[in-house]
């Protein structure tokens, strides 16, 4: 079965430091461009960061250049989100997917900037 969990979420102050996990199973995880989404309540899930498959080319949102670092291993099948420096702007649930017809989603990992 194809499945993605993350893990990885919770409370951070403004300034501190997290990192997301999304662990791939039931599919070739390498053969797969990756993203992260986030989304907060009204609003549509919106496109945080992108990953080529091998991890040689990466994309971001303008709104967190420069603060959240997509990454991933091949070998562990799992993509990761580093957060440095979060603003509370940043709170939302984060979701993996691997695109397809259709795109598949993890259950989503509640993240939280505040003081």
Do not use: H
């Not at 899930?45 to 991933?72: P, Q």
């Amino acid at each position: 079965q194809e499945q993605l969990v993350e893990s990885g979420g919770g409370l951070v102050q403004p300034g501190g430091s997290l990192r997301l996990s999304c662990a791939a199973s039931g599919f070739t995880f390498s053969r797969y461009a990756m993203s992260w989404y986030r989304q907060t309540p009204g609003k549509e899930r919106e496109l945080v960061a992108f990953i080529s498959r091998s991890g040689d080319s990466t994309n971001y949102a303008d709104s967190v250049k420069g603060r959240l670092t997509i990454s991933r291993d091949n070998a562990k099948n799992t993509l990761y989100l580093q957060m440095n420096s979060p603003k509370p702007e940043d709170t939302a649930v984060y979701f993996c997917m691997r695109p397809g017809i259709p795109n598949l989603w993890g259950q989503g990992t509640q993240v939280t900037v505040s003081s």
